[in-house]
């Protein structure tokens, strides 16, 4: 059974969290580098593989005892918000370095199955151990519910990826990253939050 509330905060927290991470600027640059379509289907797959390995391990954690569960999810959420301010600090600065390593990574004489290829690898590599992967853990194991979480994590790993790709850069000139880091930071306190909540029920 499918838990509409927690495929919503789930994508609600997931998508705000990735939405400055540096996937979005691998998608982006990669996407004016090669064909677009076939760079969110390479990025999209590697999110399919991070995602169901999150929550493969988030359902192994869900066995641990109740109190500790929720005591590890609000820590992450709490060092969630610390990375993600103290990376805002030189978001903006950084944006620059960034756009130019995973430029340096696209190939673009690639075509068809080798821009899903390049996506996948340079995606998947970037991604190994990222924040929004270990808030999936958290999520599973907190709510215990890992198709629903799995449909919530991918669905906004799909969604940020795609808004990358489709209108990435209007979006960066609009949005400084430093703002999205700081947004990010206070929804990881507001899950720390309704997690301590939900513990003092």
Do not use: N
């Not at 988030?58 to 610390?82: D, R, Y």
């Not at 370095?97 to 990574?105: C, F, L, R, T, V």
């Not at 821009?115 to 215990?144: H, M, N, P, R």
């Amino acid at each position: 059974m499918i838990d509409l509330l927690v495929v919503a905060l789930t994508f609600g927290a997931i998508f705000v969290v990735e939405l400055p991470d540096k996937t979005f600027i691998a998608t982006l640059v990669m996407s004016t580098k090669m064909r677009p379509l076939f760079v969110w289907i390479g990025v999209g797959l590697a999110f399919l593989v991070q995602t169901g390995v999150a929550v493969g391990i988030g359902k192994a954690a869900s066995f641990l005892p109740e109190q500790l569960i929720h005591t590890a999810a609000a820590l992450m959420f709490v060092i969630g918000a610390i990375i993600l301010f103290r990376a805002a600090r030189t978001a903006d600065v950084d944006e620059g370095a960034q756009e130019d390593e995973y430029a340096a990574k696209a190939d673009s004489s690639a075509h068809g199955l080798k821009v899903v290829a390049t996506s996948f690898v340079v995606l998947f590599a970037a991604e190994w151990g990222d924040l929004s992967q270990l808030l999936t853990i958290s999520l599973v194991a907190k709510y215990d519910d890992p198709v629903s979480v799995f449909l919530g994590a991918w669905g906004a790993l799909l969604a940020v990826s795609g808004l990358a790709v489709i209108v990435g850069r209007l979006l960066l000139q609009r949005v400084r990253l430093s703002v999205l880091h700081y947004v990010g930071a206070g929804v990881c306190v507001f899950m720390a939050a309704l997690t301590v909540w939900e513990m003092t029920r």
